[in-house]
T-cell receptor
Framework: DADVTQTPRNRITKTGKRIMLECSQT?????MYWYRQDPGLGLRLIYY???????NKGEISDGYSVSRQAQAKFSLSLESAIPNQTALYFC???????????????FGPGTRLTVL | GQNIDQPTEMTATEGAIVQINCTYQ??????LFWYQQHAGEAPTFLSY????GLEEKGRFSSFLSRSKGYSYLLLKELQMKDSASYLC???????????FGAGTRLAVHP
């Protein structure tokens, strides 16, 4: 089974609809992240959470909100979807600082969202 | 501002060696990552550098020069399955935040 799962894998919706993307992980990591990826652009950070009570905005949080329901679950919501939110969305997790200080981020399979 | 530059596309021949460069200008530096991403799939971790020098891991090596704001990923004995995008990412600030380059799309041909 995959360590980081995302649902749905594909979603087509209409402008103005509220959408929720879900991420679950079995890695036991404390830290979780949401990114979007657009053609020709790097992955951009939307929100990140370092534990259940810690939520932080990333560089492009406008139009998005998140919920950290448990250590293993981190959901991303689009309050009122618009066409320029059409993108590939990735969830990632990482462990808290370890001795080697790597704290590598591990990515889920992605959700392809299309807003018409 | 924060900026990471990588070439957009590269091509190489099966069995050859290819070097993918990455230059960065960021407010703070706390490590550099390389990820591989096949089309439509998740990025997967390849390497991490935080000190100057070369890190070798099988066919893949990564080099870092912090004074020059420069890194490269070296892929040896190229295989067709190495056709993918390679993402350079810099960690900055106190919270494990990464800023990614747009990626280099590598095409390996016979």
């Amino acid at each position: 089974d995959a360590d980081v799962t995302q649902t749905p894998r594909n979603r087509i919706t209409k402008t103005g609809k509220r959408i929720m993307l879900e991420c679950s992980q079995t890695k036991g990591h404390d830290r979780m992240y949401w990114y979007r990826q657009d053609p020709g652009l790097g992955l951009r950070l939307i929100y990140y959470s370092f534990d259940v009570k810690d939520i932080n905005k990333g560089e492009i949080s406008d139009g998005y909100s998140v919920s950290r329901q448990a250590q293993a679950k981190f959901s991303l919501s689009l309050e009122s979807a618009i066409p320029n939110q059409t993108a590939l969305y990735f969830c990632a997790t990482s462990d808290r600082d370890r001795e080697d200080r790597t704290d590598t981020q591990y990515f889920g399979p992605g959700t392809r969202l299309t807003v018409l | 501002g924060q900026n990471i530059d990588q070439p957009t596309e590269m091509t190489a021949t099966e069995g050859a060696i290819v070097q993918i460069n990455c230059t960065y200008q960021t407010s703070g530096f706390n490590g550099l990552f390389w990820y591989q991403q096949h089309a439509g799939e998740a990025p997967t971790f390849l390497s991490y550098n935080v000190l100057d020098g070369l890190e070798e891991k099988g066919r893949f090596s990564s080099f870092l020069s912090r004074s020059k704001g420069y890194s490269y990923l070296l892929l040896k004995e190229l295989q067709m399955k190495d056709s993918a995008s390679y993402l350079c990412a810099v960690r900055w600030g106190g919270y494990n935040k990464l800023i990614f380059g747009a990626g280099t799309r590598l095409a390996v041909h016979p």
